[in-house]
């Protein structure tokens, strides 16, 4: 448990930092805007509690918007998906239901399975993300381009850390 905790802790504070200090440094003309710390709630166990799941989303929202000056942007974004993330697993879980003591992860559960989690909640995130910044239909496809692309930007830059992750394990 206190492993566990520490663990979660660290992967915590350094996809913050790599958010922050390098990611939100990193944009490609307006449109691709890299939010890998979503990944963060993303790898949190599958037993994770409903509740817990909230606090650590909106810990996780709150001190993005710290430190990028958005008053309660990310907050909302992040606490939608983990929101989201409960029926999402549901809905693609095996039929026998997830074996105990996997993440999810490439690493457990293949590249398919974590594509068919990782798009759907990386693009409702950013969704809500880009069309709550702008808090505005006008410019509707504008907005939908900017949280398409950063959401393929987003995912790539997912997979390539979870092919560092599987990577470290074999070693």
Same mark, same amino acid.
Do not use: K, N
């Given at each position: 448990m206190i492993n566990s905790f520490l663990r979660y802790t660290v992967i915590f504070v350094v996809i913050v930092l790599v958010q922050v200090v390098l990611l939100d440094n990193l944009q490609i003309s307006r449109y691709a805007v890299p939010f890998l710390y979503i990944l963060f709630l993303l #790898?949190?166990? !599958?037993? $994770?509690? *409903?509740? %817990?799941? &909230? %606090? &650590? +989303? !909106? =810990?996780? *929202?709150f001190t993005i918007d710290l430190f990028e000056h958005t008053l309660g942007l990310h907050t909302s974004a992040t606490l939608f998906t983990a929101w989201l993330r409960p029926g999402v697993l549901r809905l693609i879980a095996p039929r026998d239901g997830y074996t105990p003591n996997t993440r999810p992860g490439i690493a457990d559960y293949g590249t *398919?399975? /974590? =594509?068919?989690? $990782? #798009?759907? &909640? $990386? %693009? +409702? @995130? @950013?969704? /809500? &993300? /880009?069309? /709550?910044e702008a808090f505005s239909f006008h410019h509707f496809f504008n907005t939908l381009a900017r949280a398409l692309v950063s959401s393929a930007f987003t995912l790539g830059l997912m997979l390539l850390s979870q092919l560092f992750v599987i990577k470290n394990r074999r070693e």
């Open positions: #790898v949190l166990p !599958f037993e $994770t509690p *409903g509740w %817990l799941l &909230l %606090l &650590l +989303a !909106f =810990l996780l *929202g *398919g399975w /974590f =594509l068919r989690y $990782t #798009v759907p &909640l $990386t %693009l +409702a @995130h @950013h969704l /809500f &993300l /880009f069309y /709550f």
